[in-house]
Nanobody, 126 residues
Framework: QVQLVESGGGLVQAGGSLRLSCAAS????????MGWFRQAPGKEREFVAR????????YYADSVKGRFTISRDNAKNTVYLQMNSLKPDDTAVYYC???????????????????WGQGTQVTVSS
C-alpha cells in the first residue's frame, strides 16, 4: 500500500516557476516507478512525466519537455516536479501516481497506475 500527498501548487504568472512535491508513505518507495499526471478543467487526465526507481531515467510528455524536470529523493520518500517557463495551458490539478506493484514498469497511461494523491492545483495567469 502506498499513500501519496502532493504539495507546492499555487498561482503563478506565465513564465514563472513552481516545484511540486509528492511525499510517499511506506518503506518500499524506492522500488516504485513514479509518475506525474495533470487534469485541466473539462479535459481528461494526461501524463506529464515519470521516473525510474533509481532516478536514472526520466520520460516526459512532449508538451512539457525542456521545461519540466522530474526527480526523486529516495531517502526522503519524495518525488518532485520542477516546472519552469510555465504557460497558461499548464493550468491543471497535478497528481502524482504509483503503479500497483513495485515490480511494475508503467508507462504513460493512466490505467497503469493504481495509487494517486489528492492533487495540487497549479494556476498560471497570462
Amino acid at each position: 500500500q502506498v499513500q501519496l500527498v502532493e504539495s507546492g501548487g499555487g498561482l503563478v504568472q506565465a513564465g514563472g516557476s513552481l516545484r511540486l512535491s509528492c511525499a510517499a508513505s511506506g518503506r518500499t518507495f524506492s522500488r516504485y516507478v513514479m509518475g506525474w499526471f495533470r487534469q485541466a478543467p473539462g479535459k481528461e487526465r494526461e501524463f506529464v512525466a515519470r521516473i525510474t526507481r533509481s532516478g536514472g531515467n526520466t520520460y516526459y510528455a512532449d508538451s512539457v519537455k525542456g521545461r519540466f524536470t522530474i526527480s526523486r529523493d529516495n531517502a526522503k520518500n519524495t518525488v518532485y516536479l520542477q516546472m519552469n517557463s510555465l504557460k497558461p495551458d499548464d493550468t491543471a490539478v497535478y497528481y502524482c501516481a504509483a503503479p500497483p506493484s513495485s515490480l511494475a514498469s508503467p508507462g504513460s497511461r493512466e490505467y497503469e497506475y493504481d495509487y494517486w494523491g489528492q492533487g495540487t492545483q497549479v494556476t498560471v495567469s497570462s
